[in-house]
Nanobody, 121 residues
Framework: QVQLVESGGGLVQAGGSLRLSCAAS????????MAWYRQAPGKQRELVAS??????NYADSAKGRFTISRDNAKNTVYLQMTDLKPEDTAVYYC????????????????WGQGTQVTVSS
């Protein structure tokens, strides 16, 4: 089992910045990919950014504004968000998963509780 604890959400004005953190504990050896997703009211959960040992991936909406990074020593992944917009308002979820190519291992697929990000105009 892997436990994920997110922090860093909050209320910010448009154009501002926030940094989200996700600390992983437990059987972290079982995962090889971590990501941030978000879900706005009335919308489906969507991928924001992901990171593995050798690559990062961003949604088009995040490119140029958000940066995902990880500190392996702390088992923590970060999402630095800049130039925030009202449409970035959502609950942001951390995900840790074991990937085999494009296949998600359902036995090693974990989610955090979510952290609210609200961007005012």
């Amino acid at each position: 089992q892997v436990q994920l604890v997110e922090s860093g959400g909050g209320l910010v004005q448009a154009g501002g910045s926030l940094r989200l953190s996700c600390a992983a504990s437990g059987s972290t050896f079982s995962i090889n990919n971590m990501a941030w997703y978000r879900q706005a009211p009335g919308k489906q959960r969507e991928l924001v950014a992901s990171i593995s040992s050798d690559s990062t991936n961003y949604a088009d909406s995040a490119k140029g504004r958000f940066t995902i990074s990880r500190d392996n020593a702390k088992n923590t992944v970060y999402l630095q968000m800049t130039d925030l917009k009202p449409e970035d308002t959502a609950v942001y979820y951390c995900n840790a998963v074991r990937m085999y190519g494009g296949y998600r291992d359902p036995k090693n697929d974990y989610w955090g509780q979510g952290t609210q990000v609200t961007v005012s105009s």
